[in-house]
């Protein structure tokens, strides 16, 4: 079975300052997606980056950036010049098929 | 124009009572889920749906029945509520899987369910 691990349950950054969330998962599979799904405070989630398995090349949306090393089945966020809004937790989620996992999240907090 | 609505938003009942939570997507998506969220902010899927078949079912107890009047709404029943239900509970859609490849979930607000 698909398993997915963030093992830091919360972290903290300066505002402006760079930090990455780190996610391990575990399958058997060769073609699947990898996702960074945000939950601010107010609860809705929204899809912060995606990566497909089959690509080589990193994910990135703006400040946003994925470190994907397929082999150490490794899907790591960067956040850089982190801004109050980020604060949220984050989830790690593998996707294949007609399912989704999720990691059990990271609380991150921006430092003023 | 909202993508994935749930309503109510907040939810506060009796144990013992029976309730439901609706779920209405506007995406044209041809799947939908609900997941329930614990209070460590942990998500865990409960039903998927596909077309209005069902395509997923966790282990959750058969007091929760999803029902799919058609493929623009799913929503959640819960008999003979319990305190341990209390959660709050997200609906989702995404366009049908294909080739074994998993599309994006647009997420709805949320549900906050409380049982007393």
């Known amino acids: 079975a698909q398993t997915v691990t963030q093992s830091q349950p919360e972290m903290s950054v300066q505002e402006a300052e760079t930090v990455t969330l780190s996610c391990t998962y575990d399958?058997?599979?060769?073609?699947?997606?990898l996702f960074w799904y945000k939950q601010p405070p107010s609860r809705q989630m929204i899809l912060v980056i995606r990566?497909?398995?089959?690509?080589?090349q990193n994910a990135t949306e703006n400040r946003f950036s994925v470190n994907f090393q397929k082999a150490a089945k490794s899907f790591s966020l960067k956040i850089s010049d982190s801004q109050l809004g980020d604060a949220a937790m984050y989830s790690c989620?593998?996707?294949?098929?007609?399912?989704?996992?999720f990691g059990k999240g990271t609380r991150l907090h921006i430092l003023p | 124009d909202t993508a994935v609505s749930q309503t109510p938003k907040y939810l506060v009942t009796q144990m013992g009572n029976d309730k439901s939570i609706k779920c209405e997507q506007n995406?044209?998506?041809?799947?939908m889920y609900w997941y329930k969220q614990d209070s460590k902010k942990f998500l865990k899927i409960m039903f998927s749906?596909?077309?209005?078949?069902?395509?997923i079912n966790e282990t959750v107890p058969n007091r929760f029945s999803p029902k799919s009047p058609d493929k623009a709404h799913l929503n959640l029943h819960i008999n003979s509520l319990e305190l341990g239900d209390s959660a709050v509970y997200f609906c989702?859609?995404?366009?049908?899987?294909?080739?074994?490849?998993?599309?994006?979930?647009?997420f709805g607000p949320g549900t906050r369910l409380t049982v007393l």
């Open positions: 995406l044209g998506h041809d799947t």
């Open positions: 990566q497909e398995a089959y690509k080589q």
């Open positions: 989620a593998y996707s294949r098929d007609d399912k989704i996992i």
């Open positions: 399958t058997s599979e060769s073609d699947y997606y």
């Open positions: 989702a859609s995404s366009q049908a899987v294909t080739g074994g490849i998993y599309n994006e979930q647009f």
């Open positions: 749906y596909n077309n209005k078949e069902l395509i």
